[in-house]
Nanobody, 122 residues
Framework: QVQLVESGGGLVQSGGSLRISCAAS????????IGWYRQPPGKERELVTA???????TSEDSVKGRFTITRDDAKSTMYLQMNNLKPEDTAVYYC????????????????WGRGTQVTVSS
């Protein structure tokens, strides 16, 4: 059975930093696109940053230079380092892994974590 479990969310002041983690079991991260999504209150879930199966990363414009995704394929774990946090970063953060390795991309066949709340106070 595949499980992705996030940890490390919480409350942080504006300008602060937080690192959240996602540990997977039942799947291998090696060769698989992975990423972090978030869902702000009252809004739809959006892809924030992703790491492709060859290690390239992409990020949504509002987090470029502030958020960094990293991965440890040996442990099937990913991380999201968030710096200079802003109140608008408040959301539930979800980790996801593509349903298929080697060429599969994040999308409808994702494996999902249950989410972790990140709240940034002003």
């Amino acid at each position: 059975q595949v499980q992705l479990v996030e940890s490390g969310g919480g409350l942080v002041q504006s300008g602060g930093s937080l690192r959240i983690s996602c540990a997977a079991s039942g799947i291998l991260f090696n060769g698989r696109e992975i990423g972090w999504y978030r869902q702000p209150p009252g809004k739809e879930r959006e892809l924030v940053t992703a790491s492709s199966d060859d290690g390239r990363t992409t990020s949504e414009d509002s987090v470029k230079g502030r958020f960094t995704i990293t991965r440890d394929d040996a442990k099937s774990t990913m991380y999201l380092q968030m710096n200079n946090l802003k109140p608008e970063d408040t959301a539930v953060y979800y980790c996801a892994a593509a349903g298929r390795r080697w060429g599969g991309t994040l999308g409808r066949e994702n494996y999902w974590g249950r989410g972790t709340q990140v709240t940034v106070s002003s």
